[in-house]
T-cell receptor, first 116, second 111 residues
Framework: GAVVSQHPSWVICKSGTSVKIECRSLDFQATTMFWYRQFPKQSLMLMATSNEGSKATYEQGVEKDKFLINHASLTLSTLTVTSAHPEDSSFYIC????????????FGPGTRLTVL | QKEVEQDPGPLSVPEGAIVSLNCTYSNSAFQYFMWYRQYSRKGPELLMY????GNKEDGRFTAQVDKSSKYISLFIRDSQPSDSATYLCAIKSGSNYKLTFGKGTLLTVNP
């Protein structure tokens, strides 16, 4: 089956620093990738939709200058949390949709971000 | 009213029990219905996917959709301790690929 990886799986950083999270589709090409955030005991909240070669589309309330998304290739999207603060501590999950047109999204294992 | 409502539980059942998980949604434009299972500190994995009213069965899992009532269900037969996880319903319209998730129901199956 389709596999999506994320790196790193967890990261601890100091307040004010920037953190980059990678999302890769390992055995398929993904025109569209999605970035979600999940707080403890809460559901996944879509942050942005990332399309290869174009600007990401951000959901209402998500600061595009704080959460920088780059989808430079059909297998890689990155999310950079800039000037991280403790309230950005969360579980960040990406998903990828196959270029072939399947409706299914394949999810990565998530990245646990803790900002001290 | 939220687009998708799901009772977060927690739900605790003995091994072998039949589990019923439910979601309601408000937008009749939603056409595709999914159930995901998420283990602690892991990403969600797709369990069931359907786009029509009625039942869809896969092993011990049955997904049920009632579009007239805007109600979806997931039944787990002969539940096992390994089924212990958070179950999330997700829905989407046909016009885009955005998924709207329910809050998730935490299920514990006790041996």
């Amino acid at each position: 089956g389709a596999v999506v990886s994320q790196h790193p799986s967890w990261v601890i950083c100091k307040s004010g620093t920037s953190v980059k999270i990678e999302c890769r589709s390992l055995d398929f090409q993904a025109t569209t990738m999605f970035w979600y955030r999940q707080f403890p005991k809460q559901s996944l909240m879509l942050m942005a939709t990332s399309n290869e070669g174009s600007k990401a589309t951000y959901e209402q309330g998500v600061e595009k200058d704080k959460f920088l998304i780059n989808h430079a290739s059909l297998t890689l999207s990155t999310l950079t949390v800039t000037s991280a603060h403790p309230e950005d501590s969360s579980f960040y999950i990406c998903s990828a949709r196959e270029t072939s047109g399947s409706n299914e999204q394949f999810f990565g294992p998530g990245t646990r971000l803790t900002v001290l | 009213q939220k687009e998708v409502e799901q009772d977060p539980g927690p739900l605790s059942v003995p091994e072998g029990a039949i589990v019923s998980l439910n979601c309601t949604y408000s937008n009749s434009a939603f056409q595709y219905f999914m159930w995901y299972r998420q283990y602690s500190r892991k990403g969600p994995e797709l369990l069931m996917y359907t786009y029509s009213s009625g039942n869809k069965e896969d092993g011990r899992f049955t997904a049920q959709v009632d579009k007239s009532s805007k109600y979806i269900s997931l039944f787990i037969r002969d539940s096992q301790p390994s089924d212990s996880a958070t179950y999330l319903c997700a829905i989407k319209s046909g016009s885009n690929y955005k998924l709207t998730f329910g809050k998730g129901t935490l299920l514990t199956v006790n041996p």
